[in-house]
């Protein structure tokens, strides 16, 4: 929250900087004032506008708090396994549809007699 906080009004901070500058340099600029003052109001806007929009990507209600979870090797199976048993279930599911329409077509042609 307080990064949040501080992230804000430091950016607006910065934009307020370069704006003040941007102007000192334009009132300044018929007694030819230095154009490094312009690259310096560019460069203020730059990081203000990049710290506001970093501060406005934090978020505040996640934790920083990573929990490592343990490993239960038990539960964890190899690729082609999970692979081979989604086969054979999909081959068990497609035969019983495959029974049940030859069922349905069946019971179509007992009707029709």
Same mark, same amino acid.
Do not use: C, F, H, W
């Given at each position: 929250? /307080? $990064?949040?906080?501080?992230?804000a009004f430091l950016g607006l901070f910065l934009i307020a900087c370069a704006i003040a500058t941007a102007f000192f340099y334009l009132t300044g600029l018929a007694d030819g004032s230095s154009p490094l003052l312009f690259v310096l109001s560019i460069v203020l806007v730059s990081a203000g506008v990049y710290i506001l929009y970093r501060a406005g990507r934090i978020n505040i209600n +996640? @934790? =920083? /708090?990573? *929990?490592?979870? !343990? *490993? =239960?090797? @038990? $539960?964890? /199976? =190899? !690729? %082609? #396994?999970? =692979?081979? +048993? %989604? /086969? @054979? #279930?999909? @081959? $068990?599911?497609? #035969?019983a549809a495959d029974r049940l329409k030859v069922l349905e077509m069946s019971a179509k042609a007992e009707e029709e007699k």
């Open positions: 929250m /307080i $990064k949040l906080i501080l992230g +996640q @934790a =920083n /708090i990573k *929990v490592d979870q !343990p *490993v =239960n090797k @038990a $539960k964890t /199976i =190899n !690729p %082609l #396994e999970r =692979n081979s +048993q %989604l /086969i @054979a #279930e999909y @081959a $068990k599911t497609s #035969e």
